[in-house]
């Protein structure tokens, strides 16, 4: 799933994603984190990594995200926590055309959030929740109408 994909590291932080599917011979990574500092050191480690095909974006990922770009395999989204942030990326993941037609989504936030709706064209493949922290995986399936369902109606699409 991650050997040659394209993958987006949407809050990046400490950038264990994204690096994590670099180190996994991902294609290309984008890893997009709002701080300055924090965007600087993660540079500063793609370059001690010698990773040529990652690529850090100092930026808003909201704002990066509501505007057209190439679709990426795979989408990585832990957003800081409490700042309602995951619906508001999920659609414009979905809006803007982020995601390939079969573009797996891993989504890591508070466990209440992140059974927030979710297009029904993202069918859940796995999930686990420690605590307060949810895990899911999804995986995008184009033939599913785009209309939004809750986490609780998807369960009978889920996958294996």
Known sequence: ??????????????????????SRYAGFTVLLEADRHVAKQLSNNLTLLSADNGQVVNTNSLQWLAQPGQPFDLVFLDPPFRKGLLAETVNLLEQFNWLTADAWIYVEAE???????VPASWQLHREKIAGQVAYRLYIRNKDVPQDRVSVEEQE????D
């Open 111 to 117: 466990a209440e959030s992140a059974a927030a709706d």
């Open 156 to 159: 009978q699409y889920h996958v």
């Open 1 to 22: 799933m991650i050997q040659g994909a394209r993958c987006l590291d949407c809050f990046a932080g400490s950038g264990a994603l994204g690096l994590e599917a670099l």
